[in-house]
């Protein structure tokens, strides 16, 4: 995987927590769900499961929590609203 790919899906996230903060609007945990989602495809099409690379076994945690934690954010936020 290439490390531009994971600065731009950083960038892109720290955008869209700029923009929630402004707006506070619950679809931007969506959008954010949705670009990790991608990023998990991405990891998942790369790894070797014959041959595991341990730091691209730790981004594929790493970005699954991300995951699960734009989820039930967007979740409460949507229940508040």
Known sequence: M????????????NNLFKLQL???????????????LDYLKEILDTLDPTNPDPLLEKRLVDTSRDFERYVQEGLQKDASQ
Request: hydrophobic content about 45%; overall charge positive; proline content about 0%.
């Open 22 to 36: 402004v707006l506070g609007i619950a679809w931007i945990f969506h959008t954010a769900a949705q670009i990790a």
């Open 2 to 13: 290439r490390r531009g790919g994971e600065l731009k899906n950083s960038r892109r996230t």
